[in-house]
């Protein structure tokens, strides 16, 4: 049977954690819901019904060949910290600019057209390749996912090519 482990460690409120939380409250009627989060994180305070891993540093969580991992794309790089074994990744783009590199210290200005070429072309070069090299291979893959045509235009401005899988915002209908 599988199961579904959703990963999302953050403290703070905002719109992923209910996206991810959403998900996790549709799929519990009928599936094997996990939340691996940190400890005090938002998505698994806030979330009842399904069993909760906390991550501990230094410790994997080994998943098998019936897991399903879903979490947003930005988190894709850092699962070899905390996961291993055989399992399915779903990276959600919900927010394709978390998953755009920058520098944190140089503010809105990286993204104006020149500044931006420019650090794409020099500076975080090697970051965009890394980035376009794992989304590519998730593609391949049929695990990498986009919500929306905004996501997905703003992923094909910075990286040149179309996710082809949609993974939509759902509102059920008990949320309005």
Not at 114 to 122: N, P, R, S
Request: charged share 20%; net charge positive; with cysteine.
């Amino acid at each position: 049977m599988k199961k579904v482990y959703i990963y999302y460690p953050s403290k703070i409120t905002g719109g992923a954690e209910f996206l991810l939380k959403t998900v996790a409250d549709i799929l519990k009627g009928s599936i094997d819901v996990c939340v691996v989060d940190i400890e005090g994180g938002w998505l698994s305070s806030n979330i009842e019904g399904v069993q909760k891993i906390i991550i501990q540093e230094g410790r994997k969580i080994c998943l098998d060949k019936n897991s399903v991992l879903i979490t947003t794309a930005n988190l894709l790089r850092n699962l070899d910290f905390y996961f291993s074994g055989e399992f399915k990744v779903i990276g959600w783009i919900v927010q394709v600019n978390n998953l755009i590199p920058i520098f944190p210290k140089f503010g809105a200005m990286q993204f104006k057209r020149i500044f931006k070429y420019i650090f794409k072309e020099t500076l975080l070069k090697s970051e965009y390749k890394k980035i376009n090299n794992l989304a590519s291979y998730l593609e391949s893959n049929d695990s990498l996912f986009t919500m929306d045509d905004a996501c997905n235009y703003v992923f094909y401005k910075y990286f040149g090519w179309k996710v082809s899988n949609y993974f939509p915002v759902v509102i059920p209908d008990w949320k309005i």
